[in-house]
């Protein structure tokens, strides 16, 4: 570090009172003087991703002043338009949305100085030479200097901008939704935390792997609801902070979960509303937690250990190692003092003993030392260390799958326990699953058609309750626990398919002749639409029917399904004119119970594609779209189109060799009966 980029805090003169005019007199002592103006411009910083007419420069953040104006010229206008409504009904605006931030840091506001005063305590015009890359007093002032400047903007950032919107939003029968992240000056679970609903997006896998915010924003939506967690992470004082979770905490590449010990996330802020309830760390919302666990991280400020030592005193259990001394200049140096005599009264002293040790303080436990810190996984204690000392305390794994690739989320609802569990690969998928509910009775709830029925068979040691589960690729279901158990012996929870008739006559076929579609065709055979040699067909995108009449003469005494095999993307279906609904997903059957019949029956079944096939036709068609940005004349005038195109888009995201989709009713379409 170059000497000469150190300035000493009582070598920095204060011109402002001297300035006039544009300019400053001065009577300038002996030496070598740098004069540095601060002045503020906008920095150019303007909305984005925003199409031309919705561009403009940023709002001050910290400053309600220009998104008033904002909000009076834009929702207000359409709060207006719209008239006195009952905010009460289903439907209509009901959300103000903050999306994700990506405009970038803002680090001052004209009003700075006297909030940070405020806040702080003291005077930050002397260190503004910081800003500017010098070193005021030493590096360690310095950096105090710029925890306080980053929590002062943290701090009117969210009064003035999040919190703000939210209580405008609440005055006009509105709730705030935002996405806490994205080059956020903040932290992201803080500015989450100022919202009615925090949220976050999930993107086609690429490059960049932003699954950190799905954490998040699932942290701050679980302390807000009833989720069963045991471990709760706390996010260190910092500003600008994204938090990530230990990767030994989660399981999987790109959909990552959480494994056997759920956890959340909790900024500081959040930490105050906590309290002790019988061992258990909770907060107002209801949520608990077995463990708290700090961050390897210097700095904590006296006030937030103070609320940790309570906690402990009450009876929580804490694990994590001591900061090193208090971050920020208010109270310097007195704060590191007040911070010393607080860690010795907790841990006992700084000094990491070796391997882990427990220590107790009150109604509740400590645990510390080197094992932490060897231990560290993205600032936090790896999962193997937390989720033994939850073995130690005798909590089993909230859920578990004997293959491993299941996914859980768990909440209470009083004394009822529900977990949604989930398949997460693309294959079917038997499997033993362990529950840490006992004592109940499993409940399946089938989120796809409805259905709801007791599970026969289960097992449970006091503990916990496993059970044999089968999916389909991708199937999920609820498994609710209420009431006294009663297994059936004998009985499974799964009862196999039997086919009982194949449906393989010739198919009429249906195209929408509007869509380039052939009108009526057969189907000697079901078969790839894309692979057609009919390019009516194979680039068809939309709606074809499909008829078939068949005989049945099996029994109507077991309950009765119409297995579709495989079928892209979507499909309705009709027997004997009866609507037996929309099937989507997998399994790709419906029950017919009570439309089929013995004889003669007629089945009809629409089924829908996606719309790529469609685009990719007319990209071997001529050209009659947009052109530098201008609409085609056809298109402005309403005349007839020259071209024989089917689509119309603003980009274009296939090509003529793009590769097709495929489409269509694959099946094999089958009757079966379920034993």
Same mark, same amino acid.
């Given at each position: 570090m170059d000497p000469r980029d150190i300035v000493s805090v009582d070598k920095i003169v &204060?011109?402002?009172?001297?300035?006039?005019? !544009?300019?400053?007199?001065? &009577?300038?002592?002996?030496?070598?003087?740098?004069?540095?103006?601060?002045?503020?411009?906008?920095?150019?910083?303007?909305?984005?991703?925003?199409?031309?007419?919705?561009?403009?420069?940023?709002?001050?953040?910290?400053?309600?002043?220009?998104?008033?104006?904002?909000?009076?010229?834009?929702?207000?206008?359409?709060?207006?338009?719209?008239?006195?409504?009952?905010?009460?009904?289903?439907?209509?605006?009901?959300?103000? *949305?903050? =999306?994700?931030?990506?405009?970038?840091?803002? %680090?001052?506001?004209?009003?700075?100085?006297?909030?940070?005063?405020?806040?702080?305590?003291?005077?930050?015009?002397?260190?503004?030479?910081?800003?500017?890359?010098? /070193?005021?007093?030493? #590096?360690?002032?310095?950096?105090?200097f710029l925890w306080d400047l980053r929590q002062t903007m943290q701090e009117l950032m969210l009064e003035n901008h999040s919190l703000f919107v939210k209580a405008y939003a609440h005055k006009h029968g509105?709730?705030?939704?935002?996405?806490?992240?994205?080059? %956020?000056?903040m932290q992201d679970l803080e500015l989450g935390a100022s919202a009615d609903?925090?949220?976050?997006?999930?993107?086609?896998?690429?490059?960049?792997?932003?699954?950190?915010?799905?954490?998040?924003?699932?942290?701050?939506?679980?302390?807000?609801?009833?989720?069963?967690?045991?471990?709760?992470?706390? +996010?260190?004082?910092?500003?600008?902070?994204?938090?990530?979770?230990?990767?030994?905490?989660?399981?999987?590449?790109?959909?990552? =979960?959480?494994? !056997? *010990? %759920?956890?959340?996330?909790?900024?500081?802020?959040?930490?105050?509303?906590?309290?002790?309830?019988?061992?258990?760390?909770?907060?107002?919302?209801?949520?608990?937690?077995?463990?708290?666990?700090?961050?390897?991280?210097?700095?904590?400020?006296?006030?937030?250990?103070?609320?940790?030592?309570s906690l402990v005193q009450?009876?929580?259990?804490?694990?994590?190692?001591?900061?090193? *001394? +208090?971050?920020?200049?208010?109270?310097?140096?007195?704060?590191?003092?007040?911070?010393?005599?607080? /860690?010795?009264?907790?841990?006992?002293?700084?000094?990491?003993?070796? !391997?882990?040790?427990?220590?107790?303080?009150?109604?509740?436990?400590?645990?510390?030392?080197?094992?932490?810190?060897?231990?560290?996984?993205?600032?936090?204690? &790896?999962?193997?260390?937390?989720?033994?000392?939850?073995?130690?305390? %005798?909590?089993?794994?909230?859920?578990?799958?004997?293959?491993? #690739?299941?996914?859980?989320? *768990?909440?209470?609802?009083?004394e009822l326990d529900f977990y949604f569990v989930s398949n997460r690969t693309k294959e079917s998928l038997t499997t033993t699953c362990t529950f840490r509910v006992a004592g109940k009775q499993p409940q399946l709830w089938n989120p796809v058609n409805g259905e709801i029925r007791n599970l026969p068979s289960f097992t449970e040691d006091g503990v916990c309750t496993s059970i044999d589960l089968s999916f389909d690729a991708n199937q999920s279901f609820f498994i609710i626990f209420d009431g006294k158990p009663r297994p059936v012996p004998g009985m499974k929870n799964f009862q196999p398919s039997k086919e009982i008739q194949k449906l393989d006559n010739t198919w009429?076929?249906?195209?929408?002749?509007? $869509?380039?579609?052939?009108?009526?065709?057969?189907?000697?055979?079901?078969?790839? $639409?894309?692979?057609?040699?009919? &390019?009516?067909?194979?680039?068809?995108?939309?709606?074809a029917v499909y008829h078939q009449s068949f005989n049945y003469s099996q029994s109507l005494q077991k309950p009765v399904y119409l297995d579709l095999g495989k079928v892209k993307n979507i499909a309705k279906v009709w027997l004997n004119g009866k609507d037996l609904g929309v099937i989507w997903t997998n399994p790709w059957e419906v029950e017919i119970t009570d439309a089929i019949k013995e004889g003669d029956n007629e089945l009809r079944i629409e089924v829908t594609n996606l719309w790529p096939n469609r685009l990719i036709g007319d990209e071997l068609k001529p050209y009659d779209g947009i052109v530098n940005g201008q609409w085609p004349e056809w298109l402005l005038h309403g005349e007839k189109r020259p071209g024989d195109r089917y689509t119309f888009a603003t980009f274009t995201h296939y090509t003529k060799d793009s590769p097709l989709l495929e489409s269509g009713l694959l099946g094999p379409v089958r009757i079966v009966m379920k034993e």
């Amino acid at each position: 570090m170059d000497p000469r980029d150190i300035v000493s805090v009582d070598k920095i003169v &204060d011109l402002t009172d001297q300035l006039a005019n !544009g300019s400053v007199t001065w &009577d300038v002592p002996t030496g070598e003087w740098t004069v540095m103006r601060v002045g503020v411009r906008n920095n150019g910083a303007v909305t984005r991703p925003a199409p031309l007419p919705g561009v403009g420069f940023e709002c001050d953040k910290a400053d309600t002043t220009a998104l008033m104006a904002h909000l009076r010229v834009f929702t207000e206008e359409l709060f207006s338009l719209l008239g006195e409504r009952d905010t009460l009904l289903p439907g209509g605006l009901k959300i103000l *949305h903050m =999306d994700s931030w990506e405009m970038g840091v803002q %680090n001052w506001t004209p009003k700075l100085r006297q909030e940070f005063k405020k806040r702080r305590g003291y005077d930050p015009q002397p260190y503004y030479p910081v800003y500017a890359g010098y /070193i005021v007093g030493n #590096k360690q002032i310095s950096e105090r200097f710029l925890w306080d400047l980053r929590q002062t903007m943290q701090e009117l950032m969210l009064e003035n901008h999040s919190l703000f919107v939210k209580a405008y939003a609440h005055k006009h029968g509105m709730r705030l939704s935002i996405e806490p992240y994205d080059m %956020n000056p903040m932290q992201d679970l803080e500015l989450g935390a100022s919202a009615d609903i925090p949220m976050c997006e999930f993107w086609s896998p690429g490059g960049y792997n932003t699954s950190f915010s799905a954490v998040e924003g699932s942290s701050l939506a679980n302390i807000k609801g009833q989720t069963v967690a045991d471990v709760l992470y706390l +996010a260190p004082e910092e500003a600008p902070f994204v938090f990530r979770a230990p990767e030994s905490a989660l399981d999987g590449d790109f959909l990552i =979960d959480k494994r !056997g *010990h %759920n956890f959340d996330a909790c900024p500081p802020s959040l930490l105050y509303t906590a309290s002790v309830e019988n061992g258990k760390i909770k907060f107002p919302s209801g949520m608990q937690y077995s463990l708290l666990v700090l961050p390897v991280f210097e700095t904590m400020t006296p006030r937030l250990l103070e609320k940790i030592k309570s906690l402990v005193q009450e009876g929580a259990v804490l694990v994590g190692i001591p900061p090193l *001394h +208090a971050p920020g200049l208010t109270d310097y140096p007195a704060c590191d003092q007040e911070l010393s005599a607080k /860690i010795t009264e907790l841990w006992g002293g700084k000094e990491l003993p070796e !391997g882990l040790v427990e220590r107790a303080y009150g109604k509740g436990l400590v645990y510390w030392g080197q094992d932490i810190k060897i231990k560290e996984d993205n600032l936090y204690p &790896d999962y193997q260390l937390t989720s033994g000392l939850l073995s130690k305390m %005798n909590l089993e794994d909230d859920f578990r799958s004997d293959v491993g #690739k299941v996914r859980y989320i *768990h909440k209470k609802i009083k004394e009822l326990d529900f977990y949604f569990v989930s398949n997460r690969t693309k294959e079917s998928l038997t499997t033993t699953c362990t529950f840490r509910v006992a004592g109940k009775q499993p409940q399946l709830w089938n989120p796809v058609n409805g259905e709801i029925r007791n599970l026969p068979s289960f097992t449970e040691d006091g503990v916990c309750t496993s059970i044999d589960l089968s999916f389909d690729a991708n199937q999920s279901f609820f498994i609710i626990f209420d009431g006294k158990p009663r297994p059936v012996p004998g009985m499974k929870n799964f009862q196999p398919s039997k086919e009982i008739q194949k449906l393989d006559n010739t198919w009429l076929v249906t195209f929408d002749s509007k $869509w380039g579609g052939p009108g009526q065709v057969e189907f000697t055979e079901l078969q790839d $639409w894309s692979q057609s040699s009919n &390019d009516g067909i194979k680039y068809y995108s939309g709606t074809a029917v499909y008829h078939q009449s068949f005989n049945y003469s099996q029994s109507l005494q077991k309950p009765v399904y119409l297995d579709l095999g495989k079928v892209k993307n979507i499909a309705k279906v009709w027997l004997n004119g009866k609507d037996l609904g929309v099937i989507w997903t997998n399994p790709w059957e419906v029950e017919i119970t009570d439309a089929i019949k013995e004889g003669d029956n007629e089945l009809r079944i629409e089924v829908t594609n996606l719309w790529p096939n469609r685009l990719i036709g007319d990209e071997l068609k001529p050209y009659d779209g947009i052109v530098n940005g201008q609409w085609p004349e056809w298109l402005l005038h309403g005349e007839k189109r020259p071209g024989d195109r089917y689509t119309f888009a603003t980009f274009t995201h296939y090509t003529k060799d793009s590769p097709l989709l495929e489409s269509g009713l694959l099946g094999p379409v089958r009757i079966v009966m379920k034993e």
